[in-house]
């Protein structure tokens, strides 16, 4: 299975603009698990694919650009 990470700086914003960090708060704003949240936080590798559905997500959004996003 691949593994991915995303680059602190974007875990930083993604932390600075949840309201909550619980369950239900991370997945309604990020659509990932809060195991996965913790994860990332940790710089800890996660599934490639849900790396790429998040980055999709924290772009359109305009969290994260292309060339900041990934390590």
């Keep these: 299975?691949?593994?991915?990470?995303?680059?602190?700086?974007?875990?930083?914003e993604m932390a600075r603009r949840l309201r909550?960090?619980?369950?239900d708060c991370v997945t309604e704003t990020y659509g990932i698990s809060?195991?996965?949240w913790q994860k990332l936080r940790?710089?800890?590798?996660?599934?490639?694919?849900?790396v790429e559905r998040l980055a999709e997500r924290l772009q359109a959004e305009g969290i994260a650009n292309p060339e900041t996003i990934l390590v």
């Excluded at 299975?1 to 875990?11: D, F, N, Q, V």
């Excluded at 909550?20 to 369950?23: G, K, M, Q």
């Design 34 to 36: 809060l195991n996965t």
């Design 42 to 50: 940790k710089g800890e590798p996660v599934r490639a694919s849900v």
């Design 20 to 23: 909550a960090h619980t369950r």
């Design 1 to 12: 299975m691949a593994r991915a990470k995303l680059a602190s700086g974007t875990i930083d």
